[in-house]
């Protein structure tokens, strides 16, 4: 599927893609990590996500690299800004650019408390930050698929730029009776998620995480995971038909 970038026009499609080329996702993943690094950035766990302070550059970069989003000002020149706990793990445990307390009184949690705190307030954490890391490090930009009932949507680039082009749902590959959320076991939620996403010109990717026999009891295990992909779209008999006939 080719990229649908934004634009009114022809003309401006193509600086939009322009743009992106001239300033690809790579790039602006690594000066926002350097950015966080210097600034020895930490961020406090608050029910269900993590908020972090950031100065104006910084809030820049998340904004620019599509992490996160904003809540307030905190002071002059200084916000809070809202990571998932997969955006908020990939920052600290992947690119090693963020630390995370509990409070502003604590001290950062280390990798393994952090990856079981995670785990104990999202259920199948393991399996979707899986995912979600496999999709980041392809350099995709991740957000909640909840709008279209599934897990993600990704682009290609920042979504001021490009439409997204896949919907992305999360299963495990180990066992289907203890499924991450209990998709696509019926035909009936295969045909309605397919069809859903093709009205928006979006494609179904199915990632299968295999956990090779490893338990989710420490995030070193992660490099042992696999994950299959697959893509899942509507036939259409109309397009192998001859117009002739």
């Excluded at 990571?83 to 502003?104: H, P, Q, V």
């Excluded at 042992?224 to 509507?234: K, L």
């Amino acid at each position: 599927m080719a990229p649908r970038w934004k634009g009114k026009d022809a003309k401006s499609k193509k600086d939009a893609e322009a743009e992106a080329l001239k300033e690809p996702m790579s790039k602006i993943v690594s000066q926002l990590q350097s950015s966080l690094v210097q600034s020895n950035a930490c961020g406090s766990l608050s029910d269900s996500s993590v908020h972090i302070a950031v100065q104006a550059e910084q809030l820049d970069l998340l904004d620019k690299a599509y992490f996160g989003q904003p809540v307030r000002n905190v002071a002059k020149d200084m916000y809070w800004f809202q990571l998932t706990l997969e955006e908020a793990f990939y920052l600290c445990y992947s690119l090693k650019c963020l630390k995370i307390n509990r409070g502003a009184d604590t001290s950062p949690l280390n990798d393994e408390e952090l990856w079981h705190c995670f785990n104990s307030k999202k259920q199948a954490f393991s399996f979707y930050y899986k995912a979600y890391s496999h999709l980041r490090m392809k350099n995709w930009v991740v957000r909640s698929g909840a709008q279209y009932g599934v897990d993600f949507i990704v682009y290609r680039h920042h979504p001021a730029r490009v439409h997204s082009e896949y919907g992305v749902l999360v299963r495990s590959h180990d066992n289907d009776d203890d499924d991450v959320n209990g998709r696509l076991r019926v035909w009936s939620d295969v045909q309605c998620t397919t069809r859903l996403l093709g009205s928006v010109a979006k494609t179904l990717l199915v990632l299968y995480v295999n956990k090779n026999g490893h338990s989710d009891g420490s995030p070193l295990y992660l490099e042992n995971y696999a994950v299959e992909e697959r893509t899942i779209s509507r036939w259409s008999p109309e397009q192998c038909r001859e117009r002739s006939l």
